[in-house]
């Protein structure tokens, strides 16, 4: 299931610490809003097999909350207790089995939690009744939209259990099986809220100056890199641009992102955006590979390795953004979604010695069959 190291530059094996993966396709975290009581169940083992099977070379799972309260909806998952372990480990297994590297995403809803599911309408959920809302917790008093609640401001005592949670979060991780760690900077949720001025107008310690709002973060990384496997990559998702005045630019992430190696993080996953908008791309008209000048800035400058992502959809651009070392890794979403086979489309497009041989036996041996008689 691996392709020569001197085809493709998408297709070459990529090392951070102690993992390799065996090509620079990675699936982006999908919230799917569909655990119970923060379990996976068999949607999410459903949903992860076509992944595992489609020759990408790691999968980082859905924004996972790392208390009952961090979460964005009632259907998000979780990792605060040890049932969600055993869920998860099924999951892991089966990528592991396929020899895909296999990620978690640990987060916290902050203000931008206890929300109704995307298609149910993404608003404030009701004070009562089956789905009710629950109090939450962001850096300062400001609702994320117009006409949400406003959060309750964290309080020093509250912070300090939220740097807990998130390092209890990641040693379940390593006992699930995951490979990796990523810790969800991005998209307007809590670790994000604390870093940007528009959403933290804290006074104390943790708001501020650059400095000081970054405070909160460094700390999560500190103490998920303390509880982790030394040879254990750890990721950090960063809204490298907030995409308003007054927001978070790219000189900050760039402060953020040489902060964070110096504390052991070792890649930075470049999106953007989050804090004024939705993430979602749907109501946007956007370029292909919007946001790869993004993941370009912070590996030249921070020097951090880097991933990018959003609307990656080409292998020829996918393959493009590795070679001339704009980012060391691509990440796919919907893409993958609409097309599972996309990694083997792209060894076929890209002229891959072997491309049948980025998927598991089963399926190479009779696409091998079928390309020969095709006369390839």
């Not at 929300?115 to 009744?129: M, S, V």
């Not at 740097?163 to 969800?184: K, M, P, S």
Request: with cysteine; glycine share 10%.
């Amino acid at each position: 299931m691996t392709v020569p190291a001197g085809g493709p530059t998408l297709f070459r094996p990529f090392t951070l610490r102690g993992t390799t993966l065996r090509n620079r396709i990675v699936v982006s975290p999908m919230c799917q809003y569909l655990a119970e009581a923060g379990m996976p169940g068999a949607w999410h083992l459903a949903h992860h097999a076509r992944f595992a099977l489609s020759g990408v070379g790691a999968a980082i799972v859905e924004a996972t909350a790392v208390t009952r309260d961090g979460r964005i909806t009632h259907g998000c998952t979780g990792l605060w207790n040890e049932a969600q372990v055993t869920a998860w480990a099924e999951v892991t297994r089966l990528y592991r089995g396929q020899g895909v590297v296999t990620g978690i995403q640990l987060n916290h809803a902050g203000a931008k939690g206890a929300t109704a599911r995307p298609w149910e309408g993404a608003g404030p959920l009701p004070e009562h009744g089956a789905e009710a809302a629950w109090e939450c917790i962001g850096p300062s008093d400001v609702p994320m939209r117009p006409g949400w609640r406003a959060p309750r401001p964290a309080t020093p005592f509250e912070i300090e259990a939220l740097v807990v949670a998130f390092g209890e979060a990641a040693t379940r991780a390593v006992r699930a099986g995951f490979d990796v760690i990523e810790l969800h900077g991005a998209h307007g949720y809590l670790l994000h809220e604390f870093l940007s001025p528009v959403t933290n107008r804290r006074a104390d310690e943790y708001g501020g100056d650059l400095a000081r709002r970054m405070r909160l973060p460094l700390r999560v990384a500190e103490a998920v890199r303390a509880v982790i496997p030394p040879a254990m990559p750890l990721l950090w998702r960063a809204s490298v641009l907030d995409n308003m005045e007054g927001g978070i630019t790219l000189e900050d992430s760039i402060a953020l992102a040489r902060e964070l190696k110096a504390r052991g993080v070792d890649l930075m996953d470049c999106s953007s955006g989050g804090i004024n908008a939705a993430v979602s791309l749907s109501q946007q008209p956007l370029e292909h590979g919007f946001q790869v000048p993004l993941a370009e800035a912070i590996r030249r400058d921070a020097d951090l390795p880097s991933m990018a992502v959003g609307l990656i959809t080409d292998p020829v651009q996918a393959n493009a953004i590795v070679e001339e070392g704009r980012a060391d890794l691509v990440a796919l979403a919907r893409e993958l979604i609409a097309d599972p086979a996309w990694a083997y489309r792209a060894a076929v497009t890209l002229g891959a010695a072997d491309p049948e041989g980025v998927l598991p036996m089963p399926y190479a041996f009779y696409l091998r069959r079928r390309a020969a008689a095709q006369g390839r």
